[in-house]
């Protein structure tokens, strides 16, 4: 594995036009009964989020545009030393369990792996433990952008990423959009990030796919095929390629096991779990896909036996929107980056409220 590091481009432009485009559907939103959502539908209008405005303060320094000297609008409220275990408020004011020490050292470690996501990017997202554990011990860390007083959110949404431990790009691009909700969080969803699913193998010196026991996660989610398919699938299509090895059971890691846990209590309306380096959108379960997030393109791959689209697509019933990045080890664009959020958002209010 390429263990190349990511860093930093800026592009501030983009941030004005997106004000500007947020400013008209404000306007047009303002006639929307109930939830009056300052989020746009999906394609056809074109219209911005307003969770969907791309106000990212950190970018990559291996993108795939070149560098800016330019200087990115500031995220205010973001804490300039270590947090305190006394902390009782969230970003947003809301109570939020006490700083897990866990979690801060889970945050020195993925600062060392990845050159995007520094020790204060990671605190600043006040992320918690409760009680997800991976092999080794480290904590499965959340962040909570939770439904507001002020309004009626449109649906739950959980977000994984860094399910195989060698995508780099998966992991540093949930730190990008939970920079974009701390400064553009209005309640229109109600958003879980689980950013690093498989700590241990991302933060191994050769950072591999599979977890510290050498199994695939995303073979391992106990799908209703697992017993009867998942070892002869594995024998036979992989020709018992060790990288994609399903492990003695469905469910059998503690990584899975908990994910099937917090999936079941946090229950979501749609789940988007983010891969590379197929360069696609993959998608499972009903209602309709995503044609495009970004320059990202529609193509279904299927399911596997013990993959989570399948455990979730299918046996649970639930959208899953599998964004599959061009590169593990480089992440897109700054404006890719905040189109596919965009593009993403839209989606979801476009779905979310067809039968409102």
Not at 85 to 91: K, M
Not at 267 to 272: A, G, Y
Request: glycine letters at 8%; hydrophobic letters at 35%.
């Amino acid at each position: 594995m390429n263990t190349t590091k990511l860093g930093r481009t800026a592009k501030p432009s983009i941030y004005f036009i997106t004000l500007l485009l947020g400013a008209t559907l404000l306007s047009a939103c303002a006639l929307a009964p109930e939830y009056q959502p300052s989020t746009a539908a999906s394609e056809p209008d074109n219209q911005v989020p307003s969770e969907a405005s791309p106000g990212i303060s950190e970018a990559t320094v291996e993108s795939e545009e070149p560098k800016s000297n330019a200087t990115p609008p500031a995220i205010e409220s973001s804490p300039e030393s270590l947090p305190e275990p006394e902390v009782s408020l969230s970003f947003f004011g809301l109570p939020k369990p006490d700083v897990d020490y866990g979690v801060i050292d889970l945050c020195e470690e993925i600062s060392k792996k990845l050159g995007s996501v520094s020790t204060q990017d990671c605190l600043n997202q006040h992320m918690y433990s409760n009680g997800g554990f991976s092999v080794l011990g480290r904590p499965i860390a959340l962040r909570e952008y939770p439904e507001l007083p002020t309004r009626e959110a449109l649906g739950r949404v959980l977000l994984i990423g860094g399910i195989h431990g060698d995508e780099y790009s998966s992991v540093s691009i949930m730190f990008k959009w939970m920079e974009i909700l701390n400064e553009f969080h209005t309640g229109v969803f109600h958003w879980n990030f689980v950013p690093v699913t498989n700590p241990d193998g991302l933060l191994r010196e050769d950072s591999r796919r599979q977890n510290e026991n050498g199994v695939d996660l995303n073979r391992n989610f106990p799908s209703a095929d697992w017993n009867d398919s998942a070892e002869s699938f594995w024998l036979d299509n992989t020709d018992s390629n060790e990288r994609r090895y399903p492990g003695e059971q469905g469910g059998s890691e503690p990584e899975v096991a908990w994910l099937v846990d917090h999936i079941k209590n946090f229950q979501p309306d749609v789940i988007i779990s983010v891969h590379a380096p197929y360069h696609l959108v993959d998608y499972d379960g009903p209602p309709e896909a995503p044609d495009q997030l970004g320059n990202l393109q529609l193509n279904r791959l299927g399911v596997y036996p013990g993959s989570l689209g399948n455990y979730a697509g299918v046996d649970l019933d639930k959208p899953i929107v599998t964004i599959e990045l061009p590169y593990a080890g480089i992440m897109p664009s700054e404006s890719q980056i905040s189109e596919m959020w965009t593009d993403l958002v839209a989606w979801l209010i476009q779905e979310r409220t067809k039968d409102r």
